[in-house]
């Protein structure tokens, strides 16, 4: 009973709210509602903030945070660093997270350090800050590397490397090139002792297209001696002497460094004495003392000299030593014309190839001395002021040509050496110094030769026998062929005119033919002198009789005719054959007639007309 009683109480309760709603403000007082209601905050969806507040708000916040724009560099602080990462702060909305790889070239990084960062991302899909320590500090080493190059300024630079040409040094975090050129103002011979070693530099020149850049050392010590140069040039004498260090060695001289100033001393003013190379009397680096010769206008040319800092060896040589006496030196250089012996340091003579040898035939002075051969020769001129000297080595042996024509007699028969051909003859050398000339009409008694070389070569030994001799214009005439005996004696009787031999048609030639009777008679046969008996004409390669008809011995012509064999055959036919018929005609004893008739038809057989017919 109690339940029920409740429940009906609440439904009593239910009832009286539904019936009796709730009265709101703008209902119960619509005046007052409309005066306070918001109209800000219903159009902007935000309370309105007074100014003053708005003013103070923007404030702290241009205080206390960074305008975080993309590729912006900014100074931010190491709040905290991680085994990884260094977070950093630049005031904005969010802390940053730079990877420890960017610095390692700090490795002294510590909280509360400053640093200059790059804002590159403000907020990427996670919505972390993105910075970049190493873009920073490549647009600021940019900015500095272009200040100093604008300005002149020495800057700091790390060498990490040697690189094809120069060098790489780090500027301000940018890997610049150091020209092997531009390290110092003497040359580099060992780049590796300035490798890990810090300098300073100049900023010569930027490519900012490809971003290089050119660093320069030697720029700066110019600069220092620059002075020092133009106080050198401006004292500069002829005949001064300075001390100087070798620079730089070439071939053909030496540059000396005066202290800013160089010089050249040539190659010729090093030594007294013939050298080859420079280096063989100083070497890079060494210090010595040397003469001004001569300089230009500007003086930026300055010819210096070692040698004319002692005495010459000319005014040194004793004066003892006179024309004839015998001398000993070295062959320091070779001409085609003869050889330069030095005697004693700086003093050389000359032996002219001609005072080398007494053959008359000159060859190279090479055939006769080496460079670096000691040699001993006889002093011939001496000439102190002039400074020459000429030396002979022939003269050390008896001339051959004292007793020429005890040696070599007129007719005497010897064995020489070619020498040298002429369009004339062969020179053949029968001892060192005597030369001979043969002829070459005196070569060969049967050969046509048109040239020596045909006959023989340089070198070849040849049997001779003087035919002449010139003892004043030392002149020998020699002769080969006449080591033996003229085979054309012989021939003159086996091929005498009318004699008749076999041989082979050779060649056709004009005008004729040519047939080899042995190794030496080749005789020519006239065309008309080919007929065969038959009409025909002989060709090239046919045997066949040949009669000689003649025979030059002087001038080795020799001319055959084949058509006289058989024409000459025909003739003593028939003279064979009127004999026969004269002593027929003596045993028969036929009339006058008969003898008469048989006469015309032999005569007529000759003269190659038709036999008659007999009378009957």
């Not at 080493?141 to 020495?154: F, K, L, M, S």
């Not at 620059?226 to 002497?241: A, D």
């Not at 040539?266 to 010769?293: A, C, F, G």
Request: charged fraction near 30%; aromatic fraction near 6%.
């Amino acid at each position: 009973m109690a339940e029920k009683a409740n429940q009906a109480e609440v439904e009593a309760v239910d009832a009286a709210t539904v019936e009796a709603p709730v009265v709101s403000e703008a209902q119960a007082n619509p005046e007052k509602f409309l005066e306070n209601f918001n109209w800000h905050n219903y159009q902007e969806g935000i309370d309105e903030v007074d100014d003053k507040q708005l003013k103070e708000f923007e404030k702290l916040v241009a205080e206390n945070f960074v305008d975080t724009l993309n590729d912006e560099v900014v100074i931010g602080t190491v709040v905290h660093i991680s085994d990884r990462d260094a977070i950093i702060d630049i005031n904005a909305k969010s802390e940053g997270v730079i990877s420890l790889n960017e610095f390692r070239y700090n490795p002294n990084l510590k909280v509360g350090d400053k640093v200059e960062v790059l804002i590159d991302v403000r907020e990427d899909a996670t919505g972390q800050l993105v910075l970049s320590h190493r873009k920073a500090r490549v647009i600021k080493a940019w900015d500095r590397v272009n200040a100093a190059h604008d300005t002149g300024e020495i800057v700091n630079g790390f060498v990490k490397c040697r690189t094809k040409g120069g060098m790489i040094v780090d500027v301000f975090g940018i890997e610049a090139f150091l020209p092997g050129s531009q390290i110092d103002v003497k040359p580099i011979r060992d780049y590796d002792q300035y490798v890990n070693k810090t300098m300073e530099f100049k900023v010569v020149k930027i490519n900012h297209e490809f971003k290089n850049v050119v660093v320069s050392h030697k720029a700066l010590i110019e600069a220092d001696i620059e002075v020092q140069k133009k106080e050198i040039i401006g004292q500069l004498e002829k005949g001064q002497v300075l001390e100087g260090v070798v620079k730089n060695i070439t071939s053909y001289g030496v540059f000396i460094d005066l202290g800013g100033v160089d010089g050249l001393i040539h190659i010729t003013d090093l030594s007294w004495s013939r050298i080859n190379h420079p280096n063989e009397i100083v070497e890079l680096d060494e210090k010595l003392n040397v003469v001004i010769l001569d300089f230009d206008e500007n003086k930026s040319r300055i010819q210096l000299g070692l040698k004319q800092l002692s005495k010459h060896p000319w005014e040194a040589l004793a004066d003892t030593v006179t024309v004839g006496d015998k001398v000993t030196g070295k062959v320091v250089v070779i001409a085609d014309y003869g050889a330069f012996i030095e005697v004693a340091d700086g003093v050389e003579g000359l032996i002219h190839v001609s005072e080398m040898s007494w053959s008359t035939h000159l060859r190279s002075a090479q055939d006769f001395v080496s460079v670096g051969d000691e040699v001993q020769a006889v002093i011939l001129t001496l000439d102190r002021e002039e400074r020459k000297m000429s030396l002979g080595i022939k003269q050390l042996t008896s001339d051959p040509w004292t007793d020429i024509t005890t040696k070599y007699p007129l007719g005497s028969k010897h064995v020489g050496t070619v020498r040298n051909f002429t369009n004339f003859g062969v020179f053949v050398e029968l001892e060192e110094g005597i030369d001979g000339l043969i002829y070459i009409s005196d070569l060969s008694w049967t050969k046509k030769i048109k040239h020596p070389s045909e006959f023989c070569a340089v070198g070849d030994k040849l049997d001779v026998v003087v035919l002449e001799l010139d003892v004043e214009g030392r002149k020998l005439s020699l002769g080969h062929k006449q080591t033996t005996v003229n085979p054309w004696d012989e021939y003159e009787t086996d091929f005498a005119l009318e004699t008749v031999h076999t041989a082979v048609i050779s060649e056709i030639v004009d005008k004729g033919a040519t047939v080899e009777f042995n190794e030496d008679i080749v005789a020519f046969v006239p065309t008309r002198h080919l007929e065969k008996e038959d009409g025909g004409k002989l060709k090239q390669g046919e045997k066949a009789e040949f009669k000689i008809i003649e025979f030059n011995k002087e001038f080795k012509r020799v001319v055959a005719s084949h058509t006289a064999v058989f024409k000459a055959e025909e003739v003593a036919n028939v003279k064979a054959a009127v004999k026969k018929a004269e002593a027929q005609a003596a045993e028969a004893k036929p009339t006058l007639g008969d003898a008469n008739e048989a006469l015309q038809a032999l005569k007529d057989k000759m003269d190659g007309k038709p036999a008659k017919k007999a009378k009957k």
